[in-house]
């Protein structure tokens, strides 16, 4: 008996010295793709780090975006690593001191050693970094090679070029411009970048940090172009009755011509049609203000409460490293954020020139907007899609709504 | 004697410790969190009445309110009388009625996940089920946007919910039928009645508790609607077809008001308990009848 304690006891002392350090990491990347890519990214840090060991927790999108706060704001943390969105996402978090800052990282090194200094703003809050990028990519309008040559369309650079464009679709029994708003988040594509083109970066800042009015005759000129467009009707019938992909296979099929969307579109192209994919920046409205673009940023953040943080940090440095951050986004198709990678193809390339050519980026709506004002902006946009006649009242209730939210 | 009128509460026990965690405490904790503004991980702060007062004046609560009661209406008022006749027809042994029955049956079990998925391809616009078939006899005006009109969508939802609920109300009829005694009917036949008559005179009165179940279940089941909704639209397009359920949780966890998500509960727990009290009522003063 006292032999088979000690044996026990002895390789117990061995389990301890021996065993390797844990660092667990809740994912949201539950797409087949990205979950593969993200694995097999795993096993080259336990390869070049033999000390630690990682755990993939990994959960579907949505579930993630609610679960996220409870591990946050348990009192014994958890989860070391996080998958979340750079942003006013981001800062939601940090400014209740629920995330950690990664100066850390940044010792011996500089952000702009590593990241475009255009993207340390929107990954830091009150001057500190608390999240890193690893992936980012742009949006634009997307279409269909082969249906534009059909029809002898060329790239439209301005808003009437535009507008003779989805005339001519239209004309030719295609529709126009495909969306799918069931979830409302396309939408808000639009409002977007008819805010930026109309009334530019700052301006839009502004609006989503709560400080603009939503009834300010300036941001009614964006509706007013908006309205164009459905007046018009160039856009697709019943959208709220589809989701983005169920758009999107207008588009596919030739039945629609062009689709604001996000470079994710590619991943739900069928095989066919996907090189025959292209985009085109979204048209200069007003020529007096600078082009500025849409380009969410993926990364990680560490929580407050992580038990592991010195692993976390040694994890996202190896995330920020150019080895990883290729590896990534060469699996994906999607644009690297470490400076020193260069785009994985032809279309990365083009999505990388057109922004590298743009005066400035903004996150997305619902990334850079209060969560609360990001949900009720969004479906009253859908409401003036279907009533654009209603927009002044409509605009006059999220100015309410921005009241009280912003009064907090 | 003592040990016999213990041994109930023994074996009570533990349901009852388990209810009192899962249901009796998180009823009190709602309401206590119905009167804090709480974003879920910073502290709660009491802000009283605040989130009541709020929703009074919260158009899209009263649009939930008001689709609920479309729901409750369209359960009542269509799955009873439905439900009712086929009942009534199940019951008769015609050739293949066992097919029949089981065809009826089958959305019974199928969960309401896949229900709505199921309706909102039957929905769609434009290569749906519905409107393929009212274009393909030439009624153009017929094919709707069934799921993206603010004025039909909730109509729509409710369709869809029913497909499942009248066979669930013909179940309870079709058990009902079973305890309408047989001499009953037949003394009815002897005495000249006819089927109208039988039906009217002797079987309805008869499906009495059967029809109480029945009403009260679907009031229930109209006012805790939720995941044909969160299946089909998410509340959508702008909030016209959400539901009370549904709208507390958009509040609680998409936009992180755990308060005011509670309110919103806590308003829909009152009504439910409300048609709980009727029942529960209805159904003592028969026991003691008996």
């Known amino acids: 008996m006292r032999k088979f304690l000690l044996i026990c006891f002895v390789v117990l002392i061995a389990l301890t010295t021996l065993a390797k350090e844990k660092i667990i990491v809740n994912s949201y990347m539950s797409d087949p793709a990205p979950r593969k890519a993200f694995a097999e990214l795993v096993k080259i840090f336990e390869q070049k780090y033999p000390d630690y060991e990682v755990v993939i927790n990994t959960f579907a999108h949505e579930d993630f975006k609610t679960l ?3 591990w946050l704001a348990a009192p014994k943390g958890t989860a070391d690593v996080v998958t979340w969105f750079a942003g006013e996402r981001m800062r939601y978090f940090a400014e209740m001191g ?19 200094a255009s993207f340390k703003s929107t990954c830091s809050y009150n001057d500190k970094i608390y999240f890193i990028p690893q992936s980012w990519y742009w949006w634009g309008v997307y279409y269909r090679k082969s249906v534009f040559d059909k029809f002898g369309i060329r790239e439209p650079r301005t808003w009437d070029e535009f507008l003779n464009v989805c005339e001519t679709l239209k004309r030719n029994g295609v529709v126009p411009i495909a969306i799918g708003t069931k979830f409302p988040w396309t939408a808000a594509g639009w409002f977007d970048i008819l805010n930026l083109r109309i009334n530019g970066l700052e301006y839009h800042i502004n609006l989503t940090a709560g400080k603009v009015p939503y009834n300010d005759p300036k941001l009614l000129k964006v509706f007013e172009y908006w309205r164009q467009l459905i007046d018009k009707g160039y856009l697709l019938p019943n959208h709220a009755a589809y989701e983005w992909q169920e758009g999107a296979t207008f588009l596919f099929r030739g039945q629609a011509g062009m689709y604001y969307m996000g470079q994710f579109i590619k991943d739900v192209a069928p095989s066919e049609v996907k090189d025959d994919l292209d985009f085109f920046r979204f048209p200069i409205i007003d020529p007096s203000v600078p082009l500025y673009e849409e380009t969410p940023i993926d990364g990680f953040m560490i929580p407050a409460n992580a038990p592991n943080k010195k692993g976390a940090i040694v994890f996202l440095k190896f995330i920020a490293s150019k080895e990883a951050q290729e590896k990534f986004a060469k ?19 083009k999505g990388l020139e057109m922004i590298v050519a743009s005066s400035g980026v903004a996150q997305f709506y619902d990334r850079d907007t209060n969560p609360e004002m990001a949900e009720v902006g969004m479906n009253a946009f859908i409401e003036f899609m279907q009533n654009p006649g209603k927009v002044s009242s409509i605009l006059d209730r999220l100015e309410q709504e921005r009241k009280r939210i912003y009064s907090k | 004697m003592k040990r016999n009128k213990l041994t109930p509460y023994l074996f009570l026990a533990a349901p009852l410790c388990m209810y009192s965690i899962w249901v009796i405490y998180p009823i009190f904790q709602t309401f206590i969190v119905s009167f804090t503004k709480w974003d879920g991980m910073t502290k709660m702060k009491f802000v009283g009445l605040e989130n009541f007062q709020r929703l009074i004046t919260d158009n899209y609560f009263g649009l939930s309110l008001l689709n609920n009661i479309k729901w409750m209406v369209g359960f009542v008022l269509l799955s009873i009388p439905l439900g009712l006749i086929f009942a009534m027809l199940m019951d008769q042994k015609f050739p293949g009625h066992k097919i029949f029955k089981s065809l009826v049956y089958l959305p019974m079990a199928l969960s309401f996940v896949v229900i709505g998925q199921i309706w909102s391809w039957v929905l769609e616009p434009t290569g749906g089920i519905v409107n393929t078939f009212f274009r393909s006899i030439g009624l153009e005006q017929l094919a709707k946007p069934w799921l993206s009109d603010p004025k039909i969508v909730t109509y729509s939802l409710i369709a869809a919910a029913l497909w499942r609920q009248i066979p669930y109300v013909m ?24 089927a109208t008559q039988r039906f009217w005179y002797v079987i309805l009165p008869a499906l009495r508790p059967a029809m109480v179940i029945a009403i009260t279940v679907n009031i229930i089941d109209s006012l805790r609607a939720f995941d044909i909704v969160f299946v089909m639209t998410r509340g959508g397009p702008f909030y016209s077809s959400s539901v009370m359920a549904n709208y507390m949780y958009v509040q609680a966890f998409h936009n992180y008001r755990m308060g005011y998500g509670a309110s919103i509960a806590v308003v829909q727990f009152g009504i439910t308990l409300g048609f709980i009290i009727m029942y529960l009522l209805n159904v003592l003063k028969k026991e003691e009848r008996e």
């Open chain 1, 68 to 70: 996220l706060r409870t």
């Open chain 1, 98 to 116: 629920l995330i950690t800052p990664l100066e850390e990282i940044f010792q011996t090194t500089k952000w702009e050693d590593y990241f475009p």
């Open chain 1, 331 to 349: 699996d994906l198709g999607r644009l690297a954020a470490n400076v020193e990678v260069t785009p994985p193809d032809d279309h990365a390339k």
């Open chain 2, 171 to 194: 179940i309870l009829f079709l058990a009902g039928l079973k305890n309408v005694s047989r001499e009953l009917v037949e003394a009815a036949i002897v005495d000249g009645a006819k």
